[in-house]
């Protein structure tokens, strides 16, 4: 799975100049960032192919996506060939700057802040059939 490594690591540092915390799950041909176990922001990889950084996704409710369409470098997700309304895919032309992509990241925790915590799935646990012999 390809995706620009400087765009990971400019994310990273994004959420550690907030003072948050995520974990980091491959999805979506990309990596996504979790805060609270919600999908908030990830970066695809189909522009590595091109020599680009492909786009950040920005998970942000369907209220806030519709306000940010004013930007042009931003348009709702359509990648599952169906559109979700509460998910942007953003240009790279979009976040090339640090200040445009703590915006967007801002966007997404915004949101995400108002989300419950999932709670965290446990594994379950095998039950051994064991045949008594007599």
Do not use: Y
Request: hydrophobic share 45%; with cysteine; charged share 30%.
């Amino acid at each position: 799975m390809a995706f620009d490594e400087d765009m990971v690591a400019r994310i990273r540092m994004g959420f550690l100049a907030l003072e948050r915390e995520w974990e980091e799950r491959k999805m979506f041909g990309g990596l996504c960032f979790m805060v609270n176990g919600h999908m908030t922001v990830g970066i695809s990889g189909e522009g590595q192919a091109k020599g680009g950084v492909g786009e950040l996704m920005v998970r942000c409710g369907e209220v806030r996506a519709a306000a940010a369409l004013d930007n042009p470098e931003a348009r709702l997700c359509d990648f599952t060939g169906r559109i979700m309304k509460s998910i942007l895919l953003v240009e790279p032309a979009g976040f090339e700057t640090d200040d445009q992509l703590a915006h967007w990241l801002a966007l997404a925790l915004d949101f995400i802040d108002t989300e419950p915590p999932k709670k965290k799935k446990h594994a379950k646990k095998r039950r051994s059939a064991v045949i008594e012999t007599k």
